[in-house]
């Protein structure tokens, strides 16, 4: 066999691991890359030949030589990595398999596992290369519709979560069931309730001791509001001080107590170019428990509910597994406002790169999934969190110490096969 043979065997030994030091040289160098996955190469040898047309021993069994070694593969580490919390609450990882659903300028649709997102200033949440992260957006009737048609997550920062008139009202009050039945034995309390512009209204509850154990109560407005319903009624309470029955009519004189324990009703129009609103006063609850009693004991007002809200700005932001992007608002509302996509591929080692942190799909890794997170085998979302890369510096260094001995062994061959074919030139001197 020509020294030929073992001069290019040689040389692919070089080439092969140069090959491995610049994958080692990529990882290395992506140490501090949000969401990298490195890289590990594996080896083959080349096809054998015989030794002058002679290719079995005696005894039959074979004789080869190989031709050197090739680059057999080289795979991706998809492996998890740990993850750092930043405090921002657009930055986003993932826990588990999946992708981020990115859509480049030009229109391409690529893969992430960095989420180190932010909005520009048209809203849009991007990548830090400028791709827009896909997902649903909150629609007109204020929910996100997940089946909808896969867009450009937009976050506005002028979103606003609309008012919401009040509709129930409650308080936690006692009266003193030793105060005088006159005029004099009264209880004021003031409730700040919403109209249906998210103007701020407030109505004035008075009781009105009438006998032992029975209360009068009116519901006034502010000026210019009308109340209808039943803003004045009578309260009869037990010889244990619970309240027994609620009368929600215009009382008369004798007053006979009907033993209702239907909650008041008050309709008001309040003359401002709000809608009227309808508000239960519940002064009893739906399980029979009540919020007014009369013990001997200062007439007083422990606490107060309503269920409405004025208009409110956008304030701050949240992520949960499930991707859900919520609004955090100053009215103290909390809304979602879009929900990312995830992508899960059949084969992830059959994504190709393409550079800025991106992946895109081949034949070999199929078409992507596209769905929620936490489901379909896709993993979850953490909010306020990057991952890290999974490059193990120890186990690369481990490996740029055996590639660096493997090239230097193939070099001392190349060296050692030119001098032997010198010597052979030099043979007819």
């Known amino acids: 066999m020509s020294l030929y043979s073992a001069f290019y065997s040689g040389l692919s030994g070089l080439a092969t691991n140069a090959n491995a030091l610049n994958v080692i040289g990529n990882n290395l160098s992506n140490i501090n890359t ?3 996955k490195g890289s590990s190469t594996t080896f083959r040898d080349i096809f054998s030949t015989s030794l002058g047309g002679v290719s079995t021993q005696g005894n039959g069994n074979p004789i080869q030589f190989g031709l050197g070694v090739q680059t057999n593969s080289v795979s991706q580490d998809f492996s998890q990595s740990s993850f750092q919390s930043t405090g921002n609450a657009l930055d986003m990882a993932i826990q588990g398999n999946g992708f981020f659903t990115l859509q480049t300028s030009d229109g ?3 893969f992430s596992r960095a989420g180190n997102f932010s909005r520009n200033n048209d809203g849009f949440l991007v990548a830090s290369d400028g791709s827009s992260v896909m997902g649903w957006n909150r629609d007109a009737t204020g929910s996100v519709n997940t089946s909808a048609t896969l867009s450009p997550i937009r976050i506005d920062a002028g979103t606003t979560a609309s008012a919401f008139q009040t509709a129930n009202i409650r308080m936690g009050v006692n009266l003193n069931a030793s105060a005088s039945a006159d005029v004099t034995s009264t209880l004021t309390t003031p409730v700040q309730v919403y109209d249906s512009q998210g103007n701020t209204q407030t109505l004035i509850v008075t009781y009105t001791k009438t006998s032992g154990n029975t209360w009068d109560y009116a519901v006034t407005g ?5 109340i209808t319903g039943s803003p004045t009624g009578r309260l009869t309470f037990s010889a244990s001080g619970s309240l027994s029955s609620i009368d929600p009519t215009p009382y008369a ?12 009703t008050l309709n008001i129009n309040w003359n401002n170019g709000a809608a009227a609103s309808t508000i239960g006063f519940n002064l009893m609850n739906t399980d029979g428990s009540t919020n007014i009693t009369q013990f001997s004991a200062a007439s007083a007002t422990s606490s107060s509910f309503q269920d409405g809200y004025g208009a409110g700005t956008l304030r701050d932001m949240t992520v949960d597994q499930n991707g859900i992007v919520s609004g955090t608002f100053t009215n103290g509302q909390v809304i979602a406002l879009a929900q990312i996509a995830i992508s ?3 084969n992830m080692n059959g994504l190709v790169q393409t550079g800025n942190n991106h992946w ?8 992507p999934t596209i769905g929620l ?4 085998g896709r993993g979850g979302v953490l909010g306020s969190n990057l991952e890290l890369s999974n490059v193990d510096v120890a186990g690369e260094f481990t490996k740029l110490i055996l590639s660096q001995r493997g090239y230097e062994a193939n070099s001392k061959i190349v060296t050692t096969t030119d001098q032997l074919m010198q010597v052979t030139l030099n043979l007819k001197q």
């Open 34 to 36: 949000v969401g990298f």
């Open 344 to 346: 899960s591929f059949n």
């Open 222 to 226: 502010p000026a210019g509001a009308a």
């Open 108 to 110: 391409r649709q690529v």
């Open 373 to 376: 997170a936490n489901q379909g």
């Open 253 to 264: 004189v004798p007053f006979v107590p009907s033993m209702t324990t239907t909650n008041p």
């Open 360 to 367: 895109g799909q081949s034949l070999a890794s199929g078409s």
